[in-house]
Every structure is written in structure tokens, then in C-alpha cells.
């Protein structure tokens, strides 16, 4: 019903940023959020933001450095990540959140982004 295509990823060192776009076709967006996944780790919830944008949330790992976004007229949603550090080198996913559930439970995924931070 809707399909979601990130962009932005890239390499970057230490201390600098990125920010990541996520593209959505096919319908308005509902609640949207971002997950990451490292090799050899399983996926992790990043940042969410509700339909309304008017609630985030992040992972403790990312507080303070990482802001979601979205700009509903545009469809998109947008994660600016400042301070990168190696740790945060993952694959990242946009995701659609169809119930109200938790945010480690999206309905809809991308095919992700790579992003690679160098100490």
C-alpha cells in the first residue's frame, strides 16, 4: 500500500553528520520512525515521530545528537544525525507504524540506507 525509499546515507568521520531522508508513495503517512542495524546485531529502534509530529521519541544512544522529523505536506520524514560516532555505523530503515502498538513494532519497512562513521 505504501513504499518507502531512504536516502542520504554515506561515509563520514567521526564528530560529523548526515541526514538521512525517507520518501514515501502510494498514501499519507501514518506514525514514522527510523531502525539501524549493525552486522552481527540485531535491529534497533532509532527515533519515532507521531502522524501528528507534535511527539518523538529516541533511543538512549542517540538522545541529544539524532532529530526526527517529518514534513507531511512533502510525505517525507528526515533523520539529522550530528556527532556521528563509529557505533552508529548501521544500515538504516524508515518505517510506517499502522496501529498504535509500541515503537519497536513498525508495520511497513524500507529497503534501508547505509551509513559508515570512521574513527
Known amino acids: 500500500q505504501v513504499q518507502l525509499v531512504e536516502s542520504g546515507g554515506g561515509l563520514v568521520q567521526a564528530g560529523g553528520s548526515l541526514r538521512l531522508s525517507c520518501a514515501a508513495s502510494g498514501r499519507p503517512l501514518s506514525s514514522m520512525g527510523w531502525f539501524r542495524q549493525a552486522p552481527g546485531k540485531e535491529r534497533e529502534f532509532v527515533a519515532g515521530?507521531?502522524?501528528?509530529?507534535?511527539?518523538?521519541a529516541y533511543a538512549d544512544s542517540v538522545k541529544g545528537r539524532f532529530t526526527i522529523s517529518r514534513d507531511s505536506a512533502k510525505n517525507t520524514v528526515t533523520l539529522q544525525m550530528n556527532s556521528l560516532k563509529p557505533e552508529d555505523t548501521a544500515t538504516y530503515y524508515c518505517?510506517?507504524?499502522?496501529?498504535?502498538?509500541?515503537?519497536?513494532?513498525?508495520?511497513?519497512w524500507g529497503q534501508g540506507t547505509q551509513v559508515t562513521v570512521s574513527s
Open positions: 515521530i507521531l502522524q501528528s509530529g507534535d511527539l518523538t
Open positions: 518505517v510506517e507504524y499502522i496501529d498504535h502498538g509500541t515503537w519497536g513494532t513498525p508495520g511497513s
